[in-house]
């Protein structure tokens, strides 16, 4: 059984960086057996996905969607299957179609089941005339096609939940660190490969964005323990933030981050040739207020950077 509902869980996209990590989290938490992970490819090989059941899944086939909540008795979704902004800015039409058909597809999918769904949105949805420390609540203009989906996005969630009564929750992730899992289509995947070319023997990285570029961070740990305790709130502590919280973990430059690198492994050389990604982070906000998650769900953060830099040395070594 599992939370209210009863039944099992189903998380679409679950090969991402999220994914790798998030359905390891829900078996170790409700049974192995209890959780399916899908996504498009084929064939998984990561650990933590092998040791459960696994379904190859299009979001954008929705009979089979259907289907597959029929015959696996599920009662939760998380959908991780998306297009990330690098990807999406080279490739709209794609990103405009898995990011928002795929999720109006999820959407259905929790209207006819009567389903609890988990949809993140991204920092992605705020744009230039943000203010640097972005409100809750506060005009959503993004620049990047990625970003326009994930607005799209929450305003369905919005309306299959005022409409239909659909149970939709998300969060606006800031960018992600983990090293579970390599990343790529992303803004902020810098902030991972880093640590890959940091301990690789050439110790030399080529960051992508400039120096002083300023982002909302969060390590996975922190990311997945919000996901989960957003989807376990009572449903009438959610206010209208319902399907975009504001979730806030740390800042920093990648100066800061190659500084605190460095303390830990002196002879790393880290050099600033930004390409078309520093558009679209020069676009987002430097830090998020996330007052409205902290109030309605009592989130609150845990890692800082010391921690983290700890954290993905350790474990990548
Ligand atoms: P990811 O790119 O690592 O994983 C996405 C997964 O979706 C991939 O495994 C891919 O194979 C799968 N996929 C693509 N098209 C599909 C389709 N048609 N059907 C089924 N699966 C498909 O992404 P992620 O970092 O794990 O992100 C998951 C979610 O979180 C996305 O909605 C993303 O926008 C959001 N998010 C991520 C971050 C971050 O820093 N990682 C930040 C903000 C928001
Ligand atoms: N981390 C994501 C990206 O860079 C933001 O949603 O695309």
Redesign the pocket.
């Known amino acids: 059984m599992i939370g209210r509902e009863g039944g099992r869980i189903l998380v ?2 679950a ?5 790798t990590d998030l359905v390891q989290s829900l078996r170790d938490i409700y049974g192995s057996d209890m959780v399916i992970a899908s ?3 084929e064939k998984p090989n990561h650990p933590c996905i092998l040791n459960g059941p696994y379904i190859n ?4 086939d929705k009979d089979r969607i259907f289907q597959i909540i029929n015959d696996q008795n599920i009662k939760i979704i998380y959908h ?5 902004s690098a990807r999406g800015e080279e490739n709209p039409e794609l990103c405009e179609l ?1 990011n928002v058909e ?1 999720t109006r597809n999820i959407f259905d999918a929790g209207r006819e089941f009567g389903l609890r769904i988990f949809t ?4 992605a949805v705020f744009g230039p005339d943000t203010p640097k420390k972005a409100p809750q609540v506060t005009p959503l203009n993004p620049t990047t096609k990625y970003g326009m989906t ?1 607005v799209e996005c929450e305003i369905l969630g919005m309306m299959y939940y005022q409409k239909y009564g659909v149970d939709i929750r998300g969060i606006r ?4 660190i983990s090293w579970k899992s390599p ?4 803004t ?1 995947d810098y902030a991972v490969d880093i640590f890959h070319a940091a301990l690789s023997d050439e110790s030399k990285y080529d960051c992508f964005l400039n120096g002083d570029t300023r982002l909302p961070m969060m390590y996975m740990d922190d990311a997945i323990r919000a996901t989960i305790s957003l989807m376990d709130a009572p449903i009438d502590s959610l206010s209208s933030a319902r399907c975009g919280y504001n979730i806030s973990g740390l800042s920093f430059t990648p100066k800061e981050l190659v500084s605190e690198i460095k303390k830990r492994l002196p002879d790393f050389v880290c050099n600033y040739k930004p390409d078309i990604r520093q558009n679209y982070a020069d676009s987002w906000p430097d830090s998020i207020d996330d007052q409205v998650s902290r109030n309605d769900w009592n989130w609150q953060s845990r890692f800082g950077l010391e921690t983290i830099v700890d954290e993905m040395i350790s474990n990548l070594k």
């Open positions: 679409t996209g090969l991402g960086q999220i994914g996504d498009i490819r899944l299009d979001v954008l991780l299957a998306a297009i990330l898995i795929g993140p949105s991204s920092i994930k992730y800031p960018g992600l990343v790529s289509g992303g902020t």
